[in-house]
T-cell receptor
């Protein structure tokens, strides 16, 4: 089966610019996650969707980050305006259901550099 | 708050030796503990997991142990091979809502020298 797809793979922007990332989960996976992975650290959950509803966005900086999953399939994550500290790899993952019971499959990530 | 501590941050072993990575967690409600392997330029990939009702699980050269009382769990890799070189992350479910939210450790860079 096809894995989790993400685009773009790399993005370089200047601070205060905006950027958007796209994720296409594995077909049939109801749960979708966006993680931020800063260099040398483990992934940190930003937002979790169950179908098109938000389950957890407690660590999403809502003043600058937004995410949507309108039809319960693809998802986009946006940053506006970007700060230097947003430089990281943004990982999308999906699972058939909650991760307690179902394996999370990760995409390759988008590496964002903010200059 | 919820936290997972992972040690060591780097580990270098000779091919054929064993490698052990340890993690501790803070949330006593955590009930699922996966381990991920991340190779350069790729997303993490699940290699083994354990649930809170089990103390040990083994899959070929990889094993995980869980001590719920002490709130720590460990990854054991035996007969290491150069292709085992990667960054390994432990994780634990966080929060009491059973949403499956994972809290990740900081990662261990494993280098297996031929």
């Amino acid at each position: 089966e096809a894995g989790v797809a993400q685009s773009p793979r790399y993005k370089i922007i200047e601070k205060r610019q905006s950027v958007a990332f796209w994720c296409n989960p594995i077909s049939g996976h109801a749960t979708l996650y966006w993680y931020q992975q800063i260099l040398g650290q483990g992934p940190k959950l930003l937002i979790q969707f169950q179908n098109n509803g938000v389950v957890d966005d407690s660590q999403l900086p809502k003043d600058r980050f937004s995410a949507e999953r309108l039809k319960g399939v693809d998802s986009t994550l946006k940053i506006q305006p970007a700060k230097l500290e947003d430089s990281a790899v943004y990982l999308c993952a999906s699972s058939f259901g909650p991760a307690t019971y179902y394996e999370q499959y990760f995409g390759p990530g988008t590496r964002l550099t903010v200059t | 708050g919820e936290n997972v501590e992972q040690h060591p941050s780097t580990l270098s072993v000779q091919e054929g030796d064993s490698a052990v990575i340890k993690c501790t967690y803070s949330d006593s409600a955590s009930n699922y503990f996966p381990w991920y392997k991340q190779e350069l330029g790729k997303g993490p990939q699940l290699i083994i997991d354990i649930r809170s009702n089990v103390g040990e699980k083994k899959d070929q050269r990889i094993a995980v142990t869980l001590n719920k009382t002490a709130k720590h769990f460990s990854l054991h890799i035996t007969e290491t091979q150069p292709e085992d070189s990667a960054v390994y992350f432990c994780a634990a479910t966080g929060g009491s809502s059973n949403t499956g939210k994972l809290i990740f450790g900081q990662g261990t860079t494993l280098q297996v020298k031929p």
